[in-house]
């Protein structure tokens, strides 16, 4: 964030406030009444007690009455603060969810270069803990510090009416207070913010073990991320001691100041009973109680700068999500996918990360409609990139790609994704049944078209073995199949989305032989009619596309069909026979 944007966290939090008016107004105006009730209570105890001592004889009804009415007040204030609290949790959840709504929403929209410089666990703590610090700072902070403010107006007035004297000696300490306040409240927002940015890699180590588990089960890794957890945990228990312990000290010096005001009030109240006729017992009663009430929001309104400080830095990491800008936009004037394909063509297209050199480099080839193309060549050659390029992940550096004669910058993102059907070879299913699964392609598909689906991608063999067949939980990532069950299921998946254009990245690189033939009768339904670009090492999978394009370096080397390019003795010749050599061994 610029240096202007960090002074701007606390109002830009608070308008979420704001779209909650009449719940906001509430709060206030209930803690309001209820401060207004405890700043009576000692005036009505004063009128209680000198009525008792002014006469000789000791008064039953009196006390009788004065308790009756002090409990009255007592009662009707906490039934106020239970309604307050009421309304202040109604809000409360309302601005968290509100909040985590729009970063959910911005994390859905940024690119996929935004995750890939990112942890996923330091992303969930922002969203989840960040944001419950942040609500926690504003709401919390706003409420108390406006009953904070408004004891303290109304505790110094009545002091001054009823002895200015005294209250010039509660006042004392106050400029220190104020002074200490604010240095604590520098040094704690940097405190806090180290504290916050532990949490974040302690969350990202977290939520990378339990993805991982049966990686560290397998390599017997236990002891390994034990050390990790233990010295990433200690390095937050190190930086939360530090936030925690500047306010052992701040806390405890503004207690010890508080006392000394009230010390002073108390030498000085009893020499104004021994002095002074017209200062009665009740009045230097209710005079402590008043002393007392006056330091409380003054060490309420201190520890809300820790809470603010706490606050701030949250909110700087959220804001962070909400600010960084969509790399990946919509053309200021967007147009429908193509009705009418006719190619899918590079032109001159370089592409480059930020921070390395370029990853394709002058690429051009034309995929004419209803054929299919594959991408061969080494690791690291581009390919993945390729189509990354094509589903629009990433903007090019240079170059153009375009469908049907439309550049996809100019085409609307949601339907040039949804016209792009993607089968990888990391397969990715949510925690749901195989039927919602399958709904993600297309939310009306009938039971017809579920099982049509599932049939030419050769799964409704082992789906109809399920224990609730097409209703069986999958669990997180799919992880109650296999994997060459798992991609059948994203093979389907792919079918029943029915798109003009489909993407095969590496889609049988993950199972073994057996289980790939089974595959490959799937992908010949799926890429039967439909413009098709395919990344593989197999030679199964490629060997009869229409044409080849044989990249390296991020350049293209050799292009044509499987035939064409063998006689040339090349490349993908030596490609083919080292396949050849490994398929004998």
């Not at 390095?235 to 207690?255: C, D, F, H, T």
Request: contains cysteine.
């Amino acid at each position: 964030m610029k240096p202007k944007e960090k002074k701007s966290v606390i109002r830009r939090i608070s308008k979420y406030l704001f779209e909650h008016k009449t719940l906001f107004a509430t709060t206030l105006i209930l803690a309001c009444f209820m401060t207004g009730l405890s700043v009576f209570v000692p005036t009505v105890i004063q009128e209680v007690l000198d009525k008792i001592f002014e006469s000789d004889k000791f008064q039953n009804k009196f006390l009788i009455q004065g308790i009756v009415v002090i409990g009255l007040m007592f009662l009707v204030k906490e039934i106020l603060n239970c309604l307050r609290i009421r309304a202040n949790n109604k809000l409360e959840q309302k601005v968290i969810f509100k909040i985590r709504k729009d970063l959910h929403d911005k994390l859905l929209d940024l690119p996929i270069n935004f995750y890939d410089r990112r942890k996923s666990g330091e992303i969930a703590s922002r969203v989840v803990e960040d944001v419950q610090n942040v609500e926690r700072a504003i709401l919390d902070g706003t409420e108390q510090g406006v009953i904070a403010c408004l004891t303290l107006g109304g505790v110094t007035t009545m002091m001054f009416l009823q002895e200015p004297r005294l209250a010039f000696l509660v006042f004392l300490p106050l400029p220190i207070l104020v002074i200490l306040g604010f240095n604590y409240a520098k040094v704690s927002k940097k405190n806090w913010k180290a504290v916050r940015e532990a949490s974040g890699e302690l969350n990202s180590l977290l939520v990378e073990d339990i993805q991982g588990n049966r990686l560290i089960q397998a390599f017997a890794l236990k002891s390994r991320e034990r050390t990790r957890f233990d010295a990433t945990g200690k390095q937050l228990e190190k930086r939360s001691l530090e936030a925690m312990y500047r306010w052992s000290i701040q806390g405890p010096g503004a207690n010890f100041l508080s006392s000394l005001g009230i010390l002073a009030v108390v030498g000085m109240g009893a020499f104004l009973l021994k002095t002074d006729p017209s200062f009665t017992s009740g009045k230097f009663f209710a005079f402590l109680l008043y002393a007392n009430m006056f330091y409380e929001p003054v060490r309420q309104l201190v520890s809300i700068n820790n809470l603010i400080a706490a606050g701030k830095a949250s909110g700087e990491r959220v804001f962070e999500v909400l600010d960084t800008p969509l790399e990946i936009v919509n053309h200021y004037d967007p147009h429908p996918f193509p009705r009418k394909i006719n190619q899918v063509e590079f032109q001159k297209v370089t592409f480059a990360y930020d921070e390395r050199i370029s990853i394709i480099q002058d690429l051009s080839f034309t995929i004419p409609e209803g054929s299919t193309t594959a991408l061969v060549g080494p690791t690291g050659a581009g390919k993945s990139t390729t189509a990354n390029l094509l589903l629009r992940y990433y903007d090019l550096t240079s170059g153009s790609i375009t469908i049907g004669n439309k550049s996809i910058n100019q085409i609307d993102l949601t339907s040039l994704r949804q016209n792009i059907g993607l089968v990888s070879q990391d397969p990715f299913l949510f925690d749901a049944t195989v039927r919602e699964n399958l709904l993600l392609a297309k939310p009306n598909a009938s039971d017809n078209d579920i099982w049509k689906s599932l049939e030419m991608a050769s799964a409704k063999e082992f789906v109809e073995a399920l224990p609730a067949q097409e209703n069986t939980m999958l669990g997180e990532r799919g992880i109650r199949l296999s994997m060459g069950e798992k991609q059948r299921i994203t093979l389907a998946r792919a079918l029943l989305k029915d798109p003009p254009i489909i993407i095969l990245d590496e889609a049988t690189a993950s199972v073994d032989v057996e289980t790939e033939r089974c595959i490959q009768n799937a992908l010949e339904n799926l890429v039967r009619g439909r413009t098709t670009l395919i990344i593989a090492h197999r030679l199964s999978t490629i060997r009869n596309a229409d044409q080849i394009l044989f990249m390296e370096g991020g350049e293209l080397k050799e292009k044509g069909n499987h035939q064409e390019l063998l006689s040339l003795n090349g490349r993908y010749s030596k490609f083919c026979e080292y396949q050849e050599n490994v398929i004998h061994r």
